[in-house]
């Protein structure tokens, strides 16, 4: 039985085409096997008009599937051809690879986590592969708890976590493979490095956008509020900025989390009840405490610090 490359080759040298082509034809597109699948596969919904009329697609196909392998300047990025038929002819379908839909896949799920100020290996963080050998397991697990029962109950409201221990122990990781998770289950986090978000906060008086900027936190899905405490707060910054988030946040019940160098009393303590300016403001202080009482638990996370032996 005469064989398809065969077959090709004849009806290309029967048809009108140029030297050039046919040539081209028979060695560069007749001799790939996914091609001579392809038409033996379909050889009856195929009549030799229309693989005369469909060899240009072929070529097209051949030559696509190249770059894709090269990786290089394919017509459709990302994507690979594949041969079908319609209305017999033999069309193309661009597909998309496995790495392509990955990759869209992660975009939309960085997409979902906002994130201000904060250091890139965040981005990496992931609770599937973070390291769960020592203390950190319970707060680990209490994340975990949080991103289920947020998913189970996405219009109820749920206390978000308030990690505290000292500097190293893996809080801001944490709370990057908590907003990784989350996002994986189509939820939205916006994660801010607090002290110099109240540096911007500061400046934005300036031009006028604090209360436009302030509504981005305070309507925030979930927010995050990283490493609060690690700076002198002004009592604006206290009462206008955070004590405002708070309080909206509160109010809708918008799950919000904190991480800090010192525990909860030592915040209000230490940190909370003294002014820059060196204001003892004890009713102030406990005003914001309860806020963030009302919206986090408090977990102590300890172990050794991560940024001396990585
Ligand atoms: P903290 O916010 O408590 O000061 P970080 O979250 O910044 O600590 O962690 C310190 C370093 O250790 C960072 O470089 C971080 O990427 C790394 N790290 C923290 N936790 C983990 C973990 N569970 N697995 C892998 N790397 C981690
Ligand atoms: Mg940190």
Redesign the pocket.
């Known amino acids: 039985m005469e064989s398809i490359q065969d077959h090709l080759e004849k009806l290309m040298s029967q048809s009108d085409v140029g030297e050039r082509y046919r040539s081209i034809m028979k060695n560069y597109v007749f001799t790939d096997p996914d091609v001579k699948q392809f038409i033996s596969e379909n050889r009856e919904s195929l009549d030799n008009d229309a693989i005369i009329k469909s060899a240009s697609k072929l070529y097209e196909y051949v030559n696509e599937k190249k770059k894709f392998a090269a990786k290089n300047g394919g017509l459709v990025p990302g994507y690979y051809p594949k041969l079908i038929i319609n209305n017999n002819r033999v069309e193309i379908e661009y597909v998309p690879s496995k790495e392509e839909i990955t990759r869209v896949q992660n975009n939309a799920i960085n997409n979902r986590i906002q994130s201000f100020f904060m250091p890139k290996d965040i981005r990496e963080a992931d609770l599937g592969t973070i390291d769960k050998t020592d203390s950190r397991t319970e707060a680990i697990l209490k994340g975990y708890d949080f991103v289920s029962e947020y998913k189970n109950d996405p219009q109820g409201f749920h206390k978000g976590l308030y990690l505290h221990g000292s500097f190293g122990v893996g809080?801001?990781y944490l709370l990057g493979a908590i907003a990784k998770e989350l996002s994986e289950n189509g939820i939205q986090t916006t994660l801010v490095h607090f002290p110099t978000f109240a540096v911007e906060m500061k400046n934005s008086i300036g031009d006028n956008t604090t209360a436009e900027k302030l509504d981005v936190f305070k309507k925030a899905e979930i927010l995050m509020l990283?490493?609060i405490g690690a700076d002198t707060m002004s009592s604006w910054i206290r009462d206008d900025v955070l004590g405002v988030i708070l309080q909206y946040r509160m109010q809708e019940q918008l799950s919000t989390f904190f991480?800090s160098n010192f525990d909860m009393k030592q915040l209000e303590k230490e940190h909370l009840k003294v002014s820059q300016r060196g204001e003892v403001e004890p009713l102030k202080a406990s005003r914001i405490m309860e806020r963030i009482k009302y919206l986090s638990n408090e977990i102590e996370m300890s172990g050794r610090n991560r940024r001396l032996t990585n």
Request: without cysteine; glycine residues 0%; charged residues 60%.
């Open positions: 809080k801001t990283d490493d991480s």
